[in-house]
């Protein structure tokens, strides 16, 4: 099974704060993702990686950027954490080619 | 409007069966699918169709495709109080990696 973790499962932050979200996927998959989930709007793409070190913007990119330095981790980074960046954090990853994702469990961030 | 959309509630007895409904205004859509979000957890892929199919079966689920309406859907048959959730429908499009979601369904099970 495929398993995809994510370092945080609640988080509280004040703003202002640099926050880094983790994802790690144990499935060698080349395609990873980051979306947020907010009520009513379903999930939004931020970003996402392709391989390690490529990465491209998604839908909603602003105020955030990502890393990935190994293909099994991709870092989600808020530079300086503001109210409207509380949400659900939901990181996934995918073979290439290969439609189908493998979403984590989710990080919910509160930002105070 | 947006690209994918879905009713934002259902509710159900337990033993009933479910329908939530999906529409998306893509053609080119390649797959479209259904994913589970029990509460406080992430996504969990149900099932999904190839666009060239009009239905699949697996066990008590249901998914019916439209083309021409571009309209899909998913049944669930004797909804149990495991069930309650909210589903999104999601569509893969030809040179876009990524998923575009719906707003999601909270289907609510009442015994």
């Known amino acids: 099974d495929v398993k995809v973790t994510q370092s945080s499962r609640y988080l509280v932050k004040r703003t202002g704060e640099k926050v880094f979200l983790e994802c790690v996927q144990d499935m060698d998959h080349e395609n990873m993702f980051w979306y947020r989930q907010d009520p009513g709007l379903g999930l939004r793409l931020i970003y996402f990686s392709y391989d390690v070190k490529m990465k491209e913007k998604g839908d909603i990119p602003e105020g955030y950027s990502v890393s990935r330095e190994k293909k099994e981790r991709f870092s989600l980074i808020l530079e300086s954490a503001s109210t409207n960046q509380t949400s659900m954090y939901l990181c996934?990853?995918?073979?290439?080619?290969?439609?189908?994702?493998?979403f984590g469990p989710g990080t919910r961030l509160l930002v105070l | 409007g947006e690209d994918v959309e879905q009713s934002l509630f259902l509710s159900v007895r337990e033993g009933d069966s479910s329908v939530i409904n999906c529409t998306y205004t893509d053609s080119s859509s390649t797959y479209l699918y259904w994913y589970k979000q029990e509460p406080g957890a992430g996504l969990q892929l149900l099932t999904y169709?190839?666009?060239?199919?009009d239905m699949k079966q697996d066990q008590r689920l249901t998914v019916l495709l439209n083309k021409k309406d571009k309209h899909l859907s998913l049944r669930i048959a004797d909804t149990q109080t495991g069930d309650s959730a909210i589903y999104f429908c999601?569509?893969?499009?030809?040179?876009?990696?990524?998923?575009?979601f719906g707003s999601g369904t909270r289907l609510q099970v009442q015994p």
């Open positions: 999601a569509e893969s499009k030809a040179g876009r990696r990524a998923l575009t």
């Open positions: 996934a990853s995918s073979l290439p080619g290969a439609e189908t994702q493998y």
């Open positions: 169709i190839f666009s060239n199919m």
